[in-house]
């Protein structure tokens, strides 16, 4: 199965700040790739997919780049709600594998 | 709206089968390329592809789960129900029912657009 690995694991940061958080996978996905934001007690969003398109609905802050092997999330100018932990999946090839996710939390 | 709602025990012993329940709104198997996963997150682990159902309702496995794991569907209840057997302590966590849209032909190839809030399970004696 591909090994998707994310970076940081961790990360503390302030409101306002830009914060990218990179995905990387153990082999190329093209742009196979989506991003998730994760809170406490609830399921999973959908953020991004296609490795850059925007889901309705979330604000444009949220970004996503990449292709091949490598990828970026970042959300421009943090805001409070805005704090939780982000994954990434691969959906290139069966069986669909994701990362071990990355928690943003406050400085 | 979308929503799906998991349910089912929250502690079952070591041996025992797992059977949860997905019930779901706002969108029907009757659609082309409907498709209703099955995912779960581990402590301390990345979250794992369990298997699904798709709107043919053919159902496609992680291989690794071997036979323990079925997947079936009441469409009549807008129901998917996954059976786990021979649990261990090892699969405990929590499970999240999870819609997404087949590709072409393919549930595989496509991201998840709506999740359950997830039943957390422990498996212990």
């Known amino acids: 199965a591909i090994r998707m690995t994310q970076s940081p694991s961790s990360l503390f940061t302030v409101i306002g700040d830009r914060v990218t958080i990179t995905c990387r996978a153990s082999?190329?996905?093209?742009?196979?790739l989506a991003w998730y934001q994760h809170k406490p007690g609830k399921g999973p969003e959908l953020l991004i997919y296609?490795?850059?398109t925007l889901q309705n609905g979330v604000p444009s802050r949220f970004s996503g780049s990449g292709s091949g092997t490598e990828f970026t999330l970042t959300i421009d100018s943090l805001h409070s709600e805005d704090f939780a932990t982000y994954f990434c999946?691969?959906?290139?090839?069966?069986?669909?594998?994701f990362g071990q996710g990355t928690r943003l939390e406050i400085k | 709206q979308v929503t799906l709602r998991e349910s089912g025990p929250a502690l079952v012993k070591p041996t025992q089968t797992l059977t949860l329940t997905c019930t779901f709104s706002g969108f029907s198997f009757t659609i082309p390329g409907m498709c209703v996963s099955w995912i779960r997150q581990s402590q301390g682990k990345a979250l794992e592809w369990l298997g699904l159902i798709d709107w043919k309702s053919e159902e496609h496995l992680r291989p690794s789960l071997g036979t323990r794991v079925t997947i079936s569907r009441d469409t009549s209840k807008q129901q998917v129900v996954l059976r786990m057997t021979n649990m261990d302590p090892a699969d405990t966590g929590t499970y999240f029912c999870?819609?997404?849209?087949?590709?072409?032909?393919?549930?595989?190839?496509?991201?998840?657009?709506?999740w359950g809030q997830g039943a957390l399970v422990t498996v212990s004696s």
């Open positions: 999870v819609r997404s849209f087949a590709v072409g032909i393919s549930c595989y190839a496509s991201s998840f657009d709506s």
């Open positions: 082999q190329v996905i093209r742009t196979s």
């Open positions: 999946q691969q959906y290139y090839e069966f069986p669909t594998t």
């Open positions: 296609d490795a850059s």
